[in-house]
Nanobody
């Protein structure tokens, strides 16, 4: 049974940083591209960042480029999202997801496994 469990969310002030973690189990983690998505209240879920299964390739949404960094530790079956210079527009539920398609997929249908999400709230 595949499980993706996010952690590290919470309340942050604008300009501060948070690091999200996603621990995976039940799959061969090193064979999956890992992505982060987010969904703000009243909006559709959107792509944030993705890292290839080797960690050699990453891709970011324009809205987070230069502020967020995705990384992974295949020995720990964990993917991270370092979020710096947070602003209120980053407030959302953040989901990690696993995909065995393509290199750095950005589309939701490419992802077969999803976590339950972790809330990030940024106050101004």
């Amino acid at each position: 049974q595949v499980q993706l469990v996010e952690s590290g969310g919470g309340l942050a002030q604008a300009g501060s940083s948070l690091r999200l973690s996603c621990a995976a189990s039940g799959l061969t983690f090193s064979l999956y591209n890992m992505g982060w998505f987010r969904q703000a209240s009243g909006k559709e879920r959107e792509f944030v960042a993705v890292i290839s299964f080797t960690g050699g390739n990453t891709y970011y949404a324009d809205s987070v480029k230069g502020r967020f960094t995705i990384s992974r530790d295949n020995a720990k079956n964990t993917v991270y999202l370092q979020m710096n210079s947070l602003n209120p527009e980053d407030t959302a539920v953040y989901y990690c997801a696993a995909s065995n398609r393509g290199r750095v997929p950005v589309a939701e249908p490419s992802y077969g496994y999803w976590g339950q999400g972790t809330q990030v709230t940024v106050s101004s």
